[in-house]
């Protein structure tokens, strides 16, 4: 979850290091931190908080030539200045790190006794004082028989007053990118802190570690044994993460839907149907062996795969089951034959979802597939067919733009097992493409509704707790409605199928409780609106988004967003909009961090 920089040049690389920082701030974090060595001395600035407090307590002119930096979200320790990155040992030796080790308590007892002293709670400070140990001339020895020592999921960075013209880094579990530049280079947990610097990227296999060593740089195996390893060069430009003339990233990507949709069906495509090779090759062989499904996800992602299911089973009459990653991981499951293990993930780096690809064993699955926002990621590399969902950066923790391609993906998914398997007529496939055709238009057209939905917000600056209500494939929307208004309002809010009503959440219906209902014109409707009166009759108010031609019999003081769309199968794409607009107003109406949530990070790359 937190951000590595690292950069050895010709120049002072502390405001590239500041620069990597902000840059990373969309991972989510509670306190920031520099080191960097000049002189044979190290120097060290830390600060609780954003990255511009950091930028406060830092000379306008530092100098140095080598240096590491790092945002932190707390794991073990308190958010506190102390325990924030990079930790010295012996002030020779500074380290930043991501994920947890495990087995640092046995390591740390073993160094007390050795003499190292202790100024932090982290697990991190252990292995900065473990490469001390053992660090006699040769840093890049020093960290490889530390790491060798280690259990967990990490990435490292470190320096050394010894040599100050090496950086060390390595991974285990977290993403680490290698900069390349002209007589300099640089390493970072995203290729978007660098991009500022360069645009041509190494991207390091589990276990690997690399060495810049003054203009160069070498890539090592886990054993030891040097690597070559192909330059890449980024498409993303330095400027795709800047706000804008928008308030918020999230506003920013919520506004940049239709044109995310538009880029992740571009060339993929037809009129009528779905372009082989799409998802890569050897999909169609794999494609036609696949008897059922097995979604994995977490967070946002998992409540995109809940809605595939519904489109699996209903459209190709294809079995799908779809498991959190977290619980997937730990139990034990029963694959039927011929199952697709399908991951979704916006960084590809989520650790519980990798993780549970890593752990599949069974021969009875036919193959893996990932639905992924980032090409360079350990889950594309790792899987055997991959979709890219080509929504670009997103900066915003709420996650937006990345859920509605996801969606997307998932139906070009639908779409094409249904063409290779004959499990879709021609009428029903060149509708699916149809409706998939017009959807970035439809998405910029409800965007309209954001001055109706702000002025609407203001009815929930006050509350403390929303109920929303969906059925069928709008369950799992109204769930992403929730998730929403939580992460970044703080309102506590639930989710539940609007039949489930009387089974429990109708006791906590009043005058105090908002209820959001998503109502689409489908067979499901007159249901939806007999749960609607259940809601009246404990005198609680109704805020409905409602499809074109959902006729709904409400009260004066009902609220009713009518949404001008008209779909079969796109319709939880749509639905889903004008919620992510209702979060986002009243966050900003109540003072939040909409960007940056509370005790929320991006990219969950630790469990």
């Avoid at 307590?57 to 073990?76: D, F, K, L, N, V």
């Avoid at 036919?366 to 980032?374: A, K, R, T, Y």
């Avoid at 009428?427 to 699916?432: C, E, F, L, P």
């Avoid at 006791?507 to 939806?528: F, G, H, Q, R, T």
């Amino acid at each position: 979850m937190c951000g590595i920089v690292g950069a050895l040049a010709h120049r002072d690389v502390s405001s590239i290091l500041l620069e990597g920082l902000y840059r990373l701030e969309y991972r989510g974090y509670d306190s920031a931190g520099i080191a960097l060595i000049e002189d044979h001395k190290l120097a060290r600035f830390r600060a609780l908080g954003k990255v511009r407090e950091l930028e406060t307590r830092m000379p306008a002119e530092q100098p140095g030539h080598i240096g590491i930096a790092h945002t932190r979200w707390a794991t073990h320790g308190e958010p506190s200045e102390t325990n924030a990155h990079p930790h010295f040992s012996s002030d020779r030796i500074a380290l930043v790190h991501n994920g947890i080790i495990e087995n640092y308590k046995g390591i740390r007892e073993r160094l007390l006794k050795q003499g190292y002293e202790f100024s932090s709670e982290t697990d991190s400070e252990v292995v900065a004082h473990l490469i001390d140990s053992y660090l006699d001339g040769d840093l890049f020895a020093a960290v490889k028989k530390a790491v060798d020592e280690l259990e967990g999921a990490f990435a490292l960075g470190i320096i050394a007053t010894d040599d100050p013209r090496t950086l060390v880094a390595c991974r285990r579990g977290n993403p680490l990118v290698v900069g390349i530049g002209i007589k300099e280079n640089f390493v970072a947990s995203d290729v978007s802190a660098l991009l500022p610097v360069t645009n041509r990227f190494v991207y390091l296999d589990e276990g690997d570690y690399v060495v810049l060593s003054g203009d160069d740089y070498q890539v090592f195996d886990a054993v030891g044994n040097a690597r070559e390893m192909e330059v890449k060069t980024s498409e993303q430009s330095a400027d795709a993460a800047n706000k804008g003339d928008y308030r918020h990233y999230m506003q920013k990507e919520i506004h940049e839907q239709g044109q995310a949709v538009a880029e992740c069906l571009e060339g993929r495509i037809t009129d009528a149907t779905v372009l082989d090779n799409v998802f890569g090759y050897g999909a169609e062989e794999i494609f036609k062996r696949v008897e059922n499904l097995q979604i994995v996800a977490c967070g946002t992602s998992y409540l995109a795969g809940m809605v595939a299911r519904y489109w699996i089973e209903a459209l190709l009459d294809l079995p799908c089951r779809i498991e959190v990653a977290s619980e997937f991981r730990y139990r034990k499951s029963v694959v039927p034959d011929n199952t697709l293990f399908v991951t979704l993930s916006q960084s590809g780096e989520t650790a519980d979802t990798l993780s549970a690809l890593r752990s599949l064993a069974s021969d009875k699955y036919c193959g893996s597939l990932c639905i992924c926002n980032v090409p360079e990621s350990s889950l594309v590399r790792e899987s055997d067919l991959v979709l890219m969902t080509r929504a670009g950066p997103e900066i915003g923790v709420a996650s937006t733009k990345a859920f509605t391609t996801q969606l997307v993906a998932m139906l070009l998914l639908v779409a094409s097992l249904g063409r290779m398997q004959q499990r879709l007529d021609d009428k029903t496939s060149a509708a699916i493409i149809g409706e998939l055709n017009t959807l970035p238009r439809q998405i910029d057209e409800l965007l309209r509704l954001e001055a109706r939905i702000e002025a609407i917000a203001e009815d929930f600056v006050d509350k403390q707790h929303a109920l929303f209500l969906g059925r069928g494939e709008h369950y799992p929307i109204a769930m992403e409605g929730a998730l929403k208004l939580k992460e970044i309002s703080y309102i506590h809010a639930e989710a539940y199928p609007a039949g489930e009503l009387k089974h429990g959440p109708l006791a906590l219906v009043d005058a105090e409780m908002p209820v959001i209902v998503v109502a689409p014109n489908d067979e499901l409707l007159e249901k939806l609106h007999s749960n609607m009166q259940e809601v009246k009759a404990r005198g609680g108010k109704l805020y409905v988004f409602a499809h074109r031609g959902a006729h709904l019999e409400t009260d004066t003081d009902d609220v009713v967003i009518e949404m001008d769309c008209d779909t079969d199968y796109i319709t939880p794409v749509l639905s889903v909009v004008p919620l992510q607009i209702l979060a986002y107003h009243v966050a900003v109406l109540r003072g939040t961090d909409v960007d940056q949530p509370r005790n929320l990070a991006k990219s969950v790359t630790v469990e």
